[in-house]
């Protein structure tokens, strides 16, 4: 029987057809081993070089019955860190972010963004090798690793601590003096008569000056000498740099690094560094100055900015800034005032629609849109950034910034009531907003009380100038009122009673109750929305606001009456006047109420159907049959 079994098998191998069998059996296992490590190559490079725009997506999931879901590759577990750490090989990205073919950069970029898999050297070699803009767009992502940018250039030593000040003051003296633009010549002379002041006072440099006597309200917040001196020229420095002209004096005069070394000084003072960065991003609006801004190393300075958690209004300016400095991706200007608050960093799909926040009166565009000041735990200090980024990802969300007094004791500038007028202050922004892009596309306006009136006056001026501004109202598709006084409120009339005493600014004149300029831009929005150019939501608050002015008072700020435009939907709230911008989560009524509105303004909201007997088995079939 053993003898046998050997015969058997040699016949089997030695048969004339063996061959025919041996051929199939090879072809197919190289066949089916070179398909398979196709597949795997093409699964693994679709997945990470093929781009499907979110708003595929988004419009799938609001107009389609087609589920998509998501299928990860079947990627063995030596293949894909192979191929991952080859594609971002040092010399490879470099190569890619240097190519002359845009998507090719682009994509690089987003994958570098997110990948953290380099050694200090590595980062180095990439940090030497890439180029200004490809900085700047890794900067304005939040997830960048910081490694990659190279430290500014070592700064020229300073002998003594006033020196900051003294060069800040020369450059201010350098500062061309324009005859219509008293504010500015009000906040320079200032400046420079109290630093002349310091210098006569203190011929030994370093000495204690008692200014007391004449800035009281800086002793009192804890100001010292020096500080005080350097936060007026920069105050003075930051409305030149509102002037292309001026800005490029001032860049020749080397404020950007008497900047970097004001960083140094103060490193915890969040006022001084708030007026830094954003005199930074006033520079940045004008592309002359860009390559002096990135050479002088300020890209690192900025992504740190813009990644400051401890102050909105650091982090905020920072993300203007490098707005501006991104010639490749931005188009638009974000001037003073004009904040991006989503998307902050590069995005492949442009947005669809833009979201405008306004505030109120002493409001902010950072701190008027905080969460409910009663929500303990993990909250947010502004929910239009981190709600609508969720619930809106394809809408671009913006927040306009003016100021406002309720006195004009409190005004800084005694010769600015001019320009505090309703229709001076709504030009502004105007001119402002369209050079951030507002009118291109369609857009709703979110205002909380003054910022209401603001909106309409806005839209009145642009219904009223249509080649400069007609795009604006033309795309205009709803606006949401946040306690609104369409009518005015009692603030007013209360301040005019005490005008001696308080000297009412004039946002407040202009908002006494049955004002003759109220009731003119109200019917004039009252007419857009009967003839349907576009939808208002107006919130009303139930609860008077309590105020403290060493004694308190319960105050209706805007009742009901006022808050109600008579056009459109009106929702009445139990909130007082602070708490009714403020919703407490994303359940609340007031947010849910906000983003159906504007969810059903941009054509975002699915209509509702009733399928049939069979397009139900049919739904119950693919559902739970197929992945789409």
Same mark, same amino acid.
């Given at each position: 029987?053993?003898n046998?079994?050997?015969?058997?098998?040699?016949f089997?191998l030695?048969h004339p057809?063996?061959?025919?069998?041996?051929r199939?059996?090879t072809?197919?296992?190289?066949a089916?081993? @070179?398909?398979f @490590?196709?597949k795997?190559?093409?699964?693994y490079h679709l997945?990470?070089?093929?781009?499907? #725009?979110t708003s595929?997506f988004?419009?799938?999931?609001v107009?389609?019955?087609?589920?998509i879901r998501?299928?990860?590759?079947?990627?063995s577990s030596? +293949?894909?860190?192979?191929?991952?750490?080859a594609?971002m090989?040092?010399?490879s990205v470099i190569?890619?972010?240097n @190519?002359?073919?845009?998507?090719?950069?682009?994509n690089m970029?987003?994958?570098?963004?997110?990948?953290?898999g380099w050694?200090?050297a590595?980062?180095?070699?990439i940090?030497?090798?890439?180029s200004y803009q490809?900085q700047?767009?890794l900067?304005?992502h939040?997830?960048s690793?910081l490694?990659l940018f190279?430290?500014?250039?070592l700064?020229?030593?300073?002998?003594?601590?006033t020196?900051?000040?003294k060069?800040?003051?020369?450059?201010?003296?350098?500062?061309?003096q324009?005859?219509?633009?008293?504010?500015?010549?009000?906040?320079?002379?200032?400046?420079l008569n109290t630093?002349?002041e310091?210098?006569?006072?203190?011929p030994?440099?370093g000495?204690? +000056?008692d200014f007391?006597?004449?800035?009281p309200?800086y002793?009192?917040?804890?100001?010292?000498?020096i500080?005080?001196?350097?936060?007026l020229?920069?105050?003075?420095?930051l409305?030149?740099s509102?002037?292309?002209?001026?800005?490029?004096?001032m860049?020749e005069?080397?404020?950007?690094?008497i900047l970097?070394?004001?960083?140094?000084?103060?490193?915890d003072?969040?006022?001084i560094?708030?007026?830094?960065v954003?005199?930074v991003?006033?520079l940045?609006?004008?592309?002359s100055?860009h390559?002096a801004?990135l050479?002088?190393? +300020?890209?690192?300075l900025?992504?740190?900015?813009?990644?400051?958690?401890?102050?909105?209004?650091?982090?905020?300016q920072?993300?203007r800034?490098?707005q501006?400095l991104?010639?490749?991706?931005?188009?638009n200007?974000?001037?003073?005032?004009?904040?991006?608050f989503?998307?902050?960093?590069?995005t492949m799909?442009?947005p669809?629609?833009d979201i405008?926040f306004?505030?109120?009166?002493?409001?902010?565009?950072?701190?008027?849109?905080?969460?409910?000041?009663?929500?303990?735990?993990?909250?947010?200090? $502004?929910?239009p950034?981190?709600?609508?980024?969720?619930d809106l990802?394809?809408?671009r969300?913006l927040s306009?910034?003016?100021?406002?007094?309720?006195?004009? +004791?409190r005004?800084?500038?005694p010769?600015?009531?001019?320009?505090?007028?309703l229709e001076y202050?709504?030009?502004?922004?105007?001119i402002?907003t369209k050079?951030?892009?507002?009118? /291109?596309?369609?857009?709703?306006?979110?205002s909380?009380?003054?910022?209401?009136?603001?909106?309409k006056?806005?839209?009145?001026?642009?219904?009223e100038?249509?080649?400069l501004?007609?795009?604006?109202?033309?795309? $205009?598709?709803?606006i949401?009122f946040?306690?609104?006084p369409h009518?005015g409120?009692?603030?007013?009339?209360y301040?005019?009673?005490?005008?001696s005493?308080?000297? #009412?600014?004039?946002?407040?004149?202009?908002?006494?109750?049955? @004002?003759?300029?109220?009731?003119?831009?109200? !019917?004039?929005?009252?007419?857009?929305v009967?003839?349907g150019?576009?939808?208002t939501?107006?919130?009303?608050?139930?609860r008077k606001?309590?105020?403290?002015f060493g004694?308190?008072l /319960?105050l209706h700020?805007?009742? #009901?009456?006022?808050a !109600?435009?008579?056009?459109?939907?009106f929702v009445?709230?139990?909130c007082?006047?602070?708490?009714?911008c403020k919703?407490?989560?994303?359940?609340?009524?007031?947010y849910?109420?906000?983003?159906?509105f504007?969810?059903k303004?941009f054509?975002l909201?699915?209509?509702?159907?009733? #399928? /049939?007997?069979?397009?139900?088995?049919?739904?119950?079939?693919?559902?739970?049959?197929?992945y789409?």
């Open positions: 029987m053993t046998r079994i050997p015969e058997k098998i040699k089997i030695l057809r063996a061959k025919n069998a041996y199939f059996l072809y197919s296992a190289i089916g081993v @070179s398909a @490590s196709t795997c190559y093409l699964e997945k990470n070089n093929m781009t499907i #725009p595929v988004n419009h799938e999931q107009h389609s019955d087609i589920i998501s299928v990860e590759p079947i990627i030596w +293949w894909a860190p192979w191929l991952k750490a594609e090989d040092p010399q190569t890619k972010t @190519s002359k073919i845009k998507k090719t950069r682009l970029i987003e994958k570098m963004s997110n990948y953290h050694d200090d590595d980062c180095r070699t940090a030497q090798a890439i490809t700047v767009a900067a304005r939040p997830n690793d490694r190279l430290p500014p250039p700064l020229p030593s300073l002998y003594c601590k020196e900051i000040g060069h800040l003051r020369d450059l201010l003296g350098k500062m061309p324009y005859e219509g633009e008293r504010c500015l010549q009000y906040y320079t002379s200032d400046a630093s002349e310091y210098q006569l006072k203190n030994q440099q000495r204690a +000056w007391e006597h004449s800035y309200e002793t009192h917040a804890g100001y010292d000498t500080r005080l001196v350097e936060i020229c920069l105050r003075a420095l409305k030149h509102e002037i292309e002209e001026n800005c490029m004096i860049v005069g080397g404020i950007l690094q970097q070394h004001c960083l140094l000084e103060y490193p003072d969040i006022e560094q708030e007026c830094i954003r005199i991003a006033n940045s609006v004008f592309t100055l390559y801004i050479q002088s190393g +300020w890209v690192i900025l992504a740190h900015a813009a990644r400051f958690k401890e102050d909105d209004g650091i982090s905020m920072g993300s800034a490098l501006n991104d010639q490749e991706a931005e188009k200007k974000f001037v003073d005032g004009i904040f991006q989503y998307p902050t960093h590069r799909d442009p669809i629609a405008v306004v505030h109120g009166m002493l409001g902010s565009a950072f701190h008027t849109w905080r969460q409910c000041d009663t929500v303990t735990g993990e909250r947010t200090d $502004c929910w950034k981190d709600w609508f980024s969720i990802p394809q809408c969300v306009l910034e003016y100021d406002t007094s309720l006195s004009d +004791w005004s800084v500038c010769h600015e009531a001019e320009r505090r007028t202050r709504s030009l502004q922004l105007l402002k050079s951030a892009g507002l009118g /291109d596309r369609p857009l709703i306006f979110v909380h009380s003054l910022g209401g009136i603001v909106v006056q806005m839209l009145k001026l642009a219904d100038n249509p080649e501004f007609g795009n604006t109202i033309k795309n $205009c598709k709803g949401v946040y306690g609104t009518f409120t009692h603030i007013a009339d301040s005019k009673r005490i005008r005493l308080m000297y #009412p600014s004039v946002e407040v004149i202009e908002l006494m109750q049955d @004002s003759p300029k109220l009731q003119v831009i109200n !019917n004039f929005v009252k007419e857009k009967n003839s150019r576009f939808n939501l107006s919130f009303a608050e139930a606001t309590r105020f403290g004694i308190t /319960d700020v805007v009742p #009901p009456e006022s !109600n435009p008579g056009y459109g939907d009445t709230e139990d007082n006047h602070f708490q009714i919703p407490h989560n994303r359940n609340n009524s007031i849910i109420c906000t983003l159906d504007i969810k303004n054509g909201i699915k209509q509702p159907s009733v #399928p /049939d007997e069979e397009e139900d088995k049919l739904e119950g079939f693919l559902d739970s049959s197929f789409w």
